[in-house]
């Protein structure tokens, strides 16, 4: 009776004190910045025509479908073409701050408002990708997403080294930013009840993280704020991961019930359509044997239906996760979608096994530790004196100049 009690305890203190699989929500947020950001570059020169005022889904239009569902988008706070252009612009700074980890906590939220101003303006334009993109970038926010791989965590590292706080310059300025332009926009009237209580909870969260771990590290306050948001984030990734896992169920559960995915027939129709051609010769070769189209038809929904039941194993779900990836990789070139196959790779890397991303860690900082150590000056000193006594003092060894410290194995939820 007593390990039973404990048990609840002791997982709750564990999941308020860890903040579990920093390696995979960097990669997520690296993945899906990313995306975007190729995106919304890929389609500048046709933006006016995808999210512009003056689009086939116009401003008008897209004011009576906002009034109806209360979706966010900035666009609707004006018609004016200069509005719309800062938005983008935003949209894509805000992308690449995000990609390199520059005022993560800040940047994630400025991302998802990119993302939802852009969609929610003309929501005929998505496809399947968008719509993973709009849920991740939600997530996202609630994430501690920049413990590694990130100028966040660099400045950290570098901090500690040097046995002092951070920069504290940067954060405060864009808090001060944000908020003018969140009390803008309150102003306008545009925002409703739900948005205008969220984004202003973020804001005041924001200053209370920033005032505590600043002036009162390590104090009881500051331990309390660090458990919620160790909580938060696990929750965080948790929905991803089961976001994920849904995805795949119901497509693949769709696709049973379909005749062609059961004839194995299905995937014949688009490898002969000119739309998903772009290398003709390549969807013909594929398409033309019907061996191959079977096979392809079949597996595809194998893996889809089986992904969310191999998460009990670790080595199986390895295995057709590289499985779901190759697909995703697969699609991009022979089907011509490049954007949705990126947002389900990074989607797919929340599962990623630690071992293997803690690896590449290392290597990474192996190699850095080297480039540094080359480009350092020659240390060997000059002729000694024979009245000047040789220095004896013992050299510390160097320090690994690592992004962040790690979870240990045992921290994480995806397992290696």
């Given at each position: 009776m007593p390990t039973s009690t404990h048990r609840p305890s002791a997982a709750l203190a564990r999941a308020a004190g860890t903040a579990f699989g920093p390696y995979q929500t960097a990669v997520v947020r690296i993945g899906f910045a990313f995306t975007w950001l190729a995106f919304l570059l890929r389609e500048w020169p046709h933006r006016q025509e995808l999210y512009g005022p003056d689009g086939p889904w116009s401003w008008g239009l897209a004011r009576r479908l906002i009034d109806d569902n209360h979706a966010f988008?900035?666009?609707?706070?004006?018609?004016?073409?200069?509005?719309?252009?800062?938005?983008?612009?935003?949209?894509?700074?805000?992308?690449?701050?995000?990609?390199?980890?520059?005022?993560?906590?800040?940047?994630?939220?400025?991302?998802?408002?990119?993302?939802?101003?852009?969609?929610?303006?003309?929501?005929?334009?998505?496809?399947?990708?968008?719509?993973?993109?709009?849920?991740?970038?939600?997530?996202?926010?609630?994430?501690?997403?920049?413990?590694?791989?990130?100028?966040?965590?660099?400045?950290?590292?570098?901090?500690?080294?040097?046995?002092?706080?951070?920069?504290?310059?940067?954060?405060?300025?864009?808090?001060?930013?944000?908020?003018?332009?969140?009390?803008?926009?309150?102003?306008?009237?545009?925002?409703?009840?739900?948005?205008?209580?969220?984004?202003?909870?973020?804001?005041?969260?924001?200053?209370?993280?920033?005032?505590?771990?600043?002036?009162?590290?390590?104090?009881?306050?500051?331990?309390?704020?660090?458990?919620?948001?160790?909580?938060?984030?696990?929750?965080?990734?948790?929905?991803?991961?089961?976001?994920?896992?849904?995805?795949?169920?119901?497509?693949?559960?769709?696709?049973?019930?379909?005749?062609?995915?059961?004839?194995?027939t299905a995937l014949h129709y688009p490898l002969h359509l000119d739309y998903f051609s772009p290398w003709p010769a390549l969807s013909g070769l594929l398409g033309g044997s019907g061996m191959m189209v079977l096979l392809l038809t079949y597996g595809t929904v194998a893996v889809q239906v089986a992904f969310p039941f191999t998460l009990f194993n670790r080595r199986v779900k390895n295995v057709l996760l590289a499985a779901m990836m190759a697909e995703h990789a697969a699609i991009a070139v022979v089907l011509g979608l490049p954007f949705f196959s990126l947002a389900m790779i990074a989607a797919d890397a929340v599962f990623l096994p630690s071992s293997l991303l803690r690896r590449f860690d290392g290597r990474a900082a192996r190699r850095a530790r080297r480039r540094d150590e080359a480009a350092a000056p020659d240390p060997s000193p000059g002729p000694v004196l024979a009245d000047t006594p040789a220095d004896t003092t013992p050299q510390a060894p160097d320090t690994p100049s690592r992004a962040a410290t790690p979870a240990p194995p045992s921290q994480s939820l995806t397992g290696g």
């Open positions: 988008t900035a666009l609707m706070w004006s018609d004016g073409q200069p509005w719309f252009e800062a938005v983008y612009a935003l949209a894509v700074a805000a992308s690449a701050l995000l990609l390199v980890g520059w005022h993560t906590r800040a940047m994630s939220v400025l991302f998802m408002l990119g993302v939802l101003s852009l969609q929610n303006r003309s929501v005929f334009m998505g496809d399947g990708g968008d719509n993973i993109v709009h849920l991740i970038a939600m997530y996202l926010v609630l994430t501690r997403c920049g413990r590694v791989w990130s100028l966040d965590a660099r400045r950290a590292h570098r901090a500690r080294l040097a046995r002092r706080g951070a920069g504290r310059v940067a954060g405060p300025v864009l808090w001060a930013v944000c908020g003018l332009g969140l009390a803008g926009g309150t102003l306008t009237g545009e925002l409703g009840p739900v948005w205008l209580a969220f984004l202003w909870g973020l804001w005041l969260t924001h200053a209370v993280w920033w005032a505590v771990a600043g002036r009162a590290h390590g104090s009881p306050a500051h331990a309390v704020l660090d458990a919620l948001a160790n909580l938060t984030h696990n929750a965080a990734l948790l929905v991803i991961m089961g976001q994920v896992c849904l995805v795949y169920a119901t497509a693949g559960w769709y696709k049973i019930q379909g005749g062609r995915w059961q004839d194995g």
